[in-house]
């Protein structure tokens, strides 16, 4: 069974920086597409970016382009979130999900597996 703890979330300033985290806990990350999503209040969950299995891939979602990088560590099972240049927009909880079934996919419904999520605030 495949579990996903994120973490690293927290409020800062417009320009800021933050890390974000999401450990895996189960058989065989390495063959895991590895997802960021982010849900804002009152917004459905949109896609952040993901690294993909095998040789890793990364692709970014436009709004997040240039500012965000994800990478990941095979050998902690550990995914990361990057995120610089911060704009209040960014406000929202992000989750991190996991997917054995597609190599690359910017829908939710493709992932099989979420973490509990966790916030960030960008204040103005």
């Known amino acids: 069974q495949v579990q996903l703890v994120e973490s690293g979330g927290g409020l800062v300033q417009a320009g800021g920086s933050l890390r974000l985290s999401c450990k895996f806990s189960?058989?065989?990350?390495?063959?895991?597409?590895m997802g960021w999503f982010r849900q804002a209040p009152g917004k459905e969950r949109e896609f952040v970016g993901q690294?993909?299995?095998?040789?890793?891939?990364?692709y970014y979602s436009d709004s997040v382009k240039g500012r965000f990088t994800i990478s990941r560590d095979n050998d902690e099972k550990t995914v990361y979130l990057e995120m610089n240049s911060l704009k209040p927009e960014d406000t929202a909880v992000y989750y991190c999900?996991?997917?054995?079934?597609?190599?690359?996919?910017?829908?939710?419904?493709?992932?099989?597996?979420w973490g509990q999520g966790t916030q960030v605030t960008v204040s103005s």
């Open positions: 999900g996991a997917t054995a079934r597609v190599y690359i996919s910017s829908r939710e419904s493709d992932y099989n597996y």
């Open positions: 189960g058989r065989s990350f390495v063959t895991y597409t």
């Open positions: 690294s993909t299995y095998g040789v890793p891939r990364s």
